[in-house]
């Protein structure tokens, strides 16, 4: 009985070529754009969503108005407005702070220079609000000093050379070593579906 069924099916299908084609057509293009689609939705939910408390993780935008029909958003906002909203908001319980360097960071190790694109300054509490794996270190220490620095793997193994205690000047455009000034941590990199 199946079989039968079967061949009437691709008998059907064979007479009527072109409105076969159509429809097979039409059903595998609507399936492709569906699961694409579905894998982008989930991808851009998977997004930050590995953070503990992500659900009451908020990232604070400007928008400035450039003309009446324009726009602009920045993803940033002034470094005050996190004390202001800590203090006017009762809603607010942390506040972590991210300030990227206007040119890239330049690190002295031995007398030579290397400039490091991807380098922030962040809060004391960052490690408090976002969660990370420590390799060495612990989220509790690791900003004790004012100048502590934290490195991922990667950057670790690449500054190999340079001992793990390092001293940084805040706001200033050269990182240098020395002693014992400042305590650090190393952190495996953040997943790939991360915004920081």
């Keep these: 009985m199946l079989k039968n069924h079967i061949k009437i099916t691709f008998r059907n299908l064979w007479r009527n070529k072109m409105y076969s084609g159509l429809n097979i057509g039409g059903l595998a293009l609507g399936m492709t754009a569906s699961i694409l689609l579905l894998l982008w939705v989930q991808n851009e939910l998977r997004f930050d969503a590995y953070h503990q408390r992500a659900d009451r993780i908020y990232r604070v935008t400007n928008t400035l108005q450039i003309s009446p029909q324009d726009s602009w958003v920045w993803s940033n906002s002034p470094l005050v407005l996190g004390d202001f909203a800590q203090k006017q908001i009762p809603e607010v319980e942390k506040v972590a702070r991210f300030q990227k360097p206007w040119s890239p960071l330049v690190v ?14 962040v809060d004391s509490t960052w490690f408090e609000v976002f969660d990370y794996q420590f390799v060495m270190g612990s989220p509790k220490v690791v900003f004790k000093d004012y100048n502590s620095i934290v ?40 997943p790939a579906f991360s915004s920081i």
């Design 151 to 190: 490195l991922t793997q990667s950057k670790a193994k690449r500054f190999s050379a340079m001992p793990l205690r390092l001293s940084v000047r805040p706001f200033d455009s050269i990182l240098q070593t020395t002693s014992s000034k400042a305590s650090s941590g190393i952190i495996r990199p953040s």
């Design 108 to 121: 002295r190790i031995n007398h030579e220079l290397f400039k490091e694109p991807n380098a922030a300054y």
